[in-house]
């Protein structure tokens, strides 16, 4: 039987990613340099949380955020980052502030009676409590049913969809990552990327179903999709 053939169509809830797609990780930085981490490692250490998170994924090992994120600090600084600098930089990933366009783009989806929501990485602690600093109407979802399934497993969309009440198909994932478009469209979700982060979306993966070049743009272009 040949492939089914992926044709898009206006989707009746969103999902956000958090990180560096709704919450900027840019003025992390200064958590960096009070905690007496040179500023340049806080790349270093945000992609070696996520082949750690990845790896656990594929491990079917669970481990919280919170772990993830502060065996990353200890592994990029040689184990000599004391645990209150640790804690400066926990801290701060709960403090962050949503980008400016954030509120127009989820206003504009429920003005058409689309629900939104947040999902996370692992328990999704830091998230509820960046959502709930931020005011920002968001439903929480926390990575479904296996503890160790981190995006871009299937399983954390798939519960997304499940815990919205819609179908895979008819559920808009927006990202600011490659990887995350990528994990989104295997399990059959409608993609949405915004380009404010890696201005180009990575060639290795097939393309999202839309592109914008910031949150408003790529909801609205969502949405403007055709009616199943």
Known sequence: MPP??????????LVLDALDTLFPLGPLEWRFREAGIPRVLMTRWRDHLLRDAFALSLLNEARSFEEVARGSLRDITGNQIAPAAEDTI?????RLE?????ARALAAAHERGVRTAVLGQGDGEQVRLLVERSGLPLEILTEGDRPGAWKPAREPYLAA????????????LITAHGWDAAGGRAAGLVTGWSAHVEGRFPSIFVGPDVEGRDLAETVDRLLALPEP
């Open 4 to 13: 089914r053939t992926h044709v898009p169509v206006r989707p009746s809830a």
């Open 98 to 102: 949503p980008r400016r366009e954030a």
């Open 90 to 94: 926990l801290d701060g990933l709960t």
């Open 161 to 172: 969809a499940h815990a919205l009440d819609v179908a895979p198909e008819r559920l808009g």
